[in-house]
């Protein structure tokens, strides 16, 4: 996940944007349609924004809303090529935060503060407004639309073993290698060359006890317990596919949904997936919190999929307007329940409200979603690895490079020590950071 964008195109593109809007009033009010993107983009989740929308032009008249969905990895170039030509979107949805920090530093991100405040700060989870406050600024660039861990909750079946048996790493790796029978591996470990093989083993290495890099911005990745989380990740590798090295969300999520092994972390898509795809499991599956060593700090890593508004855009009051339609508690629990203990809320009032468990997966699987929901709130970032860490602009270059996935692959691929492979990756996090 690499992400550069210059400046100067950047800047370009808000001039263009500037006198744009420096035309006569009477010709902007003329144009009354809102561009939102997202990334979200199954068939019941448009039909959600559809419903959503809808309601909203005839709540506000005058006012209607075009969405444009695309890839996560589109985000940023498109971006840059809309404030170019002088037509941003007036929201964003479902942004990484590395992007929306990196988007901060150049200027181009109006403050969503007032959103924020109309909603109630106290309202969302505290880690996602301690991630996205730009201290410097004193504002917030971005606000964490859902708040989710695809790492955080381990799923596990009931069948082949109890809660207990995932209760550290010690107890898991007895788990894993009792349960890896019958064609049924013990785990899935993914550590490919992928987004989650790269959060994942972030994770491992803080419930380690270990970090990345220290609150002075020194690199930290090289000690003891990162050494102990690689050591970790080796021993359950025994227990995972062969495959396992190239895997990322969906060869797990689907391997531990056919059945294929006894645990795996995931969303609650799991939820989803067992209903629609593997029935027999329906009653089989539950979930732990992904385990930590004794020495390690309870965290997990966190998705934070962020709402921005791009600075340029043609009527940010508007814009606000439809950023507080969509965090309106009938139409934000109506886009929650498309996919149903996937995306988890970021407010805490819907999260513990009877409204947001009136549904069949979540009233079924409440302890689950319970579990899942209180890991979301322990989540964290690269970004921001613990409270006393500023933030971290080159976090994103440090996951887009691989050079966490590739040190633990020499590990297990390549047979280097553990040692040896996290002094590596220090050298070539030490040299990213210089460049």
């Not at 934070?304 to 814009?319: N, W």
């Not at 579990?371 to 971290?392: D, F, W, Y």
């Amino acid at each position: 996940m690499t992400f550069r964008i210059a400046r100067r195109q950047l800047l370009i593109g808000a001039a263009a944007t500037t006198t744009m809007l420096s035309a006569p009033a009477i010709l902007r009010a003329q144009t009354r349609q809102l561009t939102m993107w997202s990334t979200q983009r199954s068939p019941d989740q448009v039909a959600a924004y559809e419903a959503i929308f809808a309601k909203f032009a005839d709540e506000n008249p005058g006012l209607t809303v075009n969405l444009q969905y695309m890839g996560e990895d589109d985000l940023l170039p498109k971006l840059a090529a809309s404030l170019a030509a002088g037509a941003p979107p007036d929201l964003i949805s479902h942004m990484p935060p590395e992007f929306v920090m990196h988007l901060n530093e150049q200027g181009v991100l109006h403050p969503v503060d007032d959103v924020i405040n109309t909603v109630g700060k106290d309202d969302f989870y505290e880690n996602t407004t301690e991630l996205l406050y730009d201290a410097e600024r004193g504002y917030f660039p971005g606000l964490a639309i859902v708040n989710s861990t695809t790492t955080g909750a381990m799923w596990y079946r009931k069948d082949l073993a109890d809660a207990s048996g995932w209760a550290d790493w010690s107890s898991m790796l007895g788990t894993v290698k009792d349960t890896t029978k019958g064609g049924v591996f013990g785990t899935i470990y993914p550590f490919g060359k992928t987004n989650m093989g790269d959060k994942l083993l972030l994770q491992t290495i803080w419930r380690a006890g270990g970090m990345v890099l220290n609150p002075d911005g020194s690199v930290a990745f090289n000690s003891p317990e990162t050494v102990a989380a690689f050591d970790f990740v080796k021993e359950l590798a025994e227990y995972s596919p062969s495959g396992s090295v190239t895997y990322g969300y969906s060869e797990t999520i689907n391997g531990f949904v056919e059945g294929r092994a006894a645990s795996a972390p995931y969303s609650g898509r799991v939820l989803i997936n067992v209903q629609q795809k593997n029935p027999s499991l329906v009653d089989a599956v539950s979930v732990v919190p992904y385990p930590k060593s004794a020495e390690g700090r309870d965290v997990f890593t966190g998705d934070f999929q962020s709402l921005v508004m791009p600075v340029t855009g043609e009527d940010p009051e508007a814009a606000k307007k439809l950023a507080l339609a969509l965090l309106r508690r009938d139409n934000y629990i109506h886009f929650l329940h498309v996919t149903p203990s996937h995306n988890l809320p970021n407010l805490k009032s819907v999260a513990t409200s009877d409204e947001y468990f009136d549904n069949p997966i979540m009233t079924k699987y409440r302890p689950e979603v319970d579990t899942m929901i209180e890991a979301t709130s322990k989540g964290r970032s690269l970004l921001k690895e613990t409270p006393e860490h500023p933030v971290n602009p080159a976090a994103g270059a440090i996951i887009g490079a691989r050079i966490m996935t590739e040190a633990v692959q020499d590990v297990i691929v390549g047979g280097v020590s553990s040692q040896e492979a996290v002094q590596r990756g220090a050298d070539r996090i030490a040299e990213l950071l210089k460049s």
